[in-house]
């Protein structure tokens, strides 16, 4: 009986044995295939990521071709017009440093010009003080608006003729303009201008005035002694009057604003005052 027992616990012992190895061995054998299929997801995965990655990456290129594509589609003509701006930039920019300098030159000019004019001015100014340079030139200025008018010395004006009166004696006015017909009007050139160059230098204004009205005192007492010089008696075929010419329109009115009866009382005494302006009128 002992021994039927203990075979019985040996087998049942073996029995336990071989099953739980067998049961080892399933387990072993489920553990090695889930590692495998495991192994096997984690490739596919790989590949999968990979395959992804180079996707995206193709993707993106071609995705980064088209876009530049199109970019230069639409820069390319604002490249164009962009240098053909700069080109007309740099063209007006040339032209603008040209005009520049071409104005600069001109400015340069006028002021030099300017400044010799008046340097010339104040000469002229500074010499008219000087009674016989004034007189001169007041012949110069009678010669150049006669001139002017379409007339030729000594074929339709004659200077310094001295010819004689029967109430002022011998008697020289500054020019005899010859008209047809034979007829001739006398012409004299000599005003009075050192009142007038003194108010023009003159900065107060009250003595301005007065220096105005100097002038114009001076003026029509030169009328009155012009007029009794009768120049119209010692020539032949003459008009009853002479021409007082005053060689600048500003003299001859600064006389009249001082003394607005000016012209009248020369009218009155055969006198006709005139200016360059007037004497080309009178003269065509």
Not at 93 to 115: C, F, K, P, W
Not at 188 to 208: E, F, G, I, N, R
Request: glycine content about 6%.
């Amino acid at each position: 009986m002992l021994s039927v027992a203990v075979a019985l616990f040996v087998g049942l012992v073996l029995g336990a044995v071989l099953g739980w190895l067998a049961n080892a061995s399933r387990s072993a054998a489920a553990v090695s295939a889930a590692r495998t299929e495991a192994d096997a997801l984690r490739s596919s995965q790989e590949l999968a990521a990979r395959s992804l990655s180079a996707a995206s990456e193709d993707a993106a290129r071609r995705q980064s071709t088209a876009i530049g594509s199109q970019v230069n589609h639409i820069v390319e003509p604002l490249r164009g017009v962009l240098g053909q701006l700069s080109e007309e930039l740099r063209r007006v920019e040339h032209n603008r440093i040209s005009a520049y300098s071409g104005l600069a030159e001109q400015v340069r000019g006028m002021h030099t010009a300017s400044q010799q004019l008046s340097n010339e001015t104040r000469a002229l100014a500074n010499a008219l003080h000087t009674p016989h340079i004034r007189g001169r030139w007041g012949e110069l200025q009678l010669e150049r608006v006669v001139e002017l008018a379409g007339m030729s010395e000594h074929c339709d004006f004659s200077t310094q003729v001295s010819a004689e009166s029967d109430i002022a004696g011998q008697v020289r006015p500054d020019m005899v303009i010859h008209l047809a017909g034979n007829r001739d009007i006398v012409v004299d050139a000599k005003v009075p201008l050192h009142a007038y160059l003194s108010a023009a230098d003159c900065t107060d204004t009250d003595k301005q005035a007065a220096l105005l009205a100097d002038h114009a005192r001076a003026v029509r007492a030169h009328v009155t002694q012009l007029a009794a010089k009768s120049y119209w008696t010692a020539f032949a075929n003459t008009p009853e009057m002479v021409v007082l010419f005053v060689p600048g329109d500003t003299i001859l009115d600064a006389a009249v604003r001082a003394d607005p009866a000016l012209i009248e009382y020369g009218f009155a005494r055969n006198v006709v005052v005139t200016t360059p302006t007037s004497l080309v009128a009178l003269l065509r």
